[in-house]
């Protein structure tokens, strides 16, 4: 028996593994919400922006101000901005196959996942430990077979452990790919907002020569 105790050690790795996989999934599900709020304050700044591009084009002159009022497009609310945008990314992950729904579901599998490798962890030790107090119980060919028992429940245990880690993995994977693409559009959106905002400026500084 002397693969026993090295098997029976795997049953706290199993459990640090578990509790470092829900770590992970939360840390994931806290970066995506940071992402999603810096993407919404670049929404909202940007709104702005324009709004002070389309009043700053109307102080230009007279004309422009009238320009303004009888045909320019009036600049969209900041609510309406940011609304706008999130379903234009929506509909971007939609037909890049990672829709919003996909990811939702995916993060609900991923903690369900880590829950019940916990489970499985834990009822495994148990199982383990009743084992063990049977084994002492017993002598001879009991004991051996009490050992082989503790074995396999062991082995049964890591070899489920090792599937859902794999199906964790695969999960994670695609969060990740997900947030890649979250980060995509930030560096577009920023890159956008700031060529608006250097616009704006050099209108301002204008405005403020001829005055």
Do not use: W
């Not at 991923?110 to 834990?122: G, I, M, P, R, V």
């Not at 084992?131 to 051996?144: D, E, P, Q, W």
């Not at 700031?194 to 301002?204: E, F, Q, S, W, Y």
Request: charged content about 25%.
């Amino acid at each position: 028996m002397a693969g026993a105790p090295a098997t029976a050690a795997a049953a706290p790795i199993a459990l640090i593994c578990t509790h470092t996989v829900r770590c992970v999934c939360r840390e994931l599900e806290r970066q995506r919400e940071q992402i999603e709020r810096v993407q919404r304050k670049v929404d909202e700044t940007e709104a702005h922006v324009e709004r002070a591009g389309f009043i700053l084009s109307g102080m230009k002159s007279i004309g422009g101000a009238v320009y303004n009022h009888l045909f320019a497009h009036k600049p969209a609310l900041p609510k309406d901005v940011i609304a706008k945008r999130e379903a234009e990314r929506a509909a971007k992950r939609e037909a890049g196959g990672s829709s919003s729904s996909a990811a939702a579901v995916g993060a609900a599998a991923l903690a369900a996942a880590a829950a019940a490798s916990s489970t499985t962890t834990s009822s495994a030790a148990g199982g383990s430990a009743g084992v063990s107090a049977s084994t002492a119980s017993t002598s001879g060919s009991k004991a051996r077979d009490a050992a082989m028992a503790e074995e396999d429940a062991l082995l049964a245990m890591i070899s489920t452990n090792l599937t859902e880690t794999k199906h964790i993995a695969s999960t994670m994977g695609a969060e990740l790919d997900r947030q890649d693409g979250m980060l995509d559009d930030l560096t577009t959106s920023v890159d956008r907002t700031g060529a608006k905002l250097k616009a704006v400026d050099k209108t301002t500084t204008r405005l403020v020569a001829r005055g």
